[in-house]
């Protein structure tokens, strides 16, 4: 188990280059947990399974995820808290750490 520290970067390109630092090309990410300042998430239109709806959001929110590596690339999906006890979810594909942090517990396939 690795545990993958991020401190003021984008998480998911942060993953990526600590992973491959690691020599991690296919891992199991089994917890993610931190905050982030803003994220982009995307979810799937009820009409076209195959199609996807991004969406930014300028928001803080605390964060908790799970997800893959698969061959180099970092596959996460989140579930994002904001102000009013509301929860975002989603396949995450940008979040700025910035004032706090997040880990990455990964395991290495």
């Known amino acids: 188990m690795h545990v993958i520290e991020i401190r003021d970067a984008d998480l998911m390109t942060a993953i990526t280059q600590r992973a491959g630092e690691l020599g991690i090309t296919n891992g199991a990410i089994v917890?993610?947990?931190?905050?982030?300042?803003?994220?982009?998430?995307?979810t799937m239109p009820a009409h076209d399974a195959s199609a996807d709806i991004l969406t930014d959001y300028d928001l803080p929110a605390?964060?908790?995820g799970?997800?893959?590596i698969?061959?180099?690339?970092?596959?996460?999906h989140a579930v994002l808290?904001?102000?009013?006890d509301r929860?975002?979810?989603g396949h995450l594909?940008?979040?700025h750490v910035g004032h706090?942090?997040?880990?990455?517990y990964v395991l290495p396939c």
Do not use: Q
């Not at 917890?31 to 995307?42: E, K």
């Not at 706090?100 to 990455?104: E, G, I, L, Q």
């Open 62 to 64: 605390e964060m908790s």
């Open 70 to 76: 698969v061959d180099g690339l970092v596959h996460v």
């Open 93 to 95: 594909h940008r979040a």
């Open 100 to 104: 706090w942090f997040a880990r990455a």
């Open 31 to 42: 917890s993610l947990i931190g905050a982030v300042d803003s994220f982009t998430v995307s």
């Open 81 to 84: 808290a904001v102000e009013g």
């Open 87 to 89: 929860a975002i979810s």
């Open 66 to 68: 799970t997800g893959e």
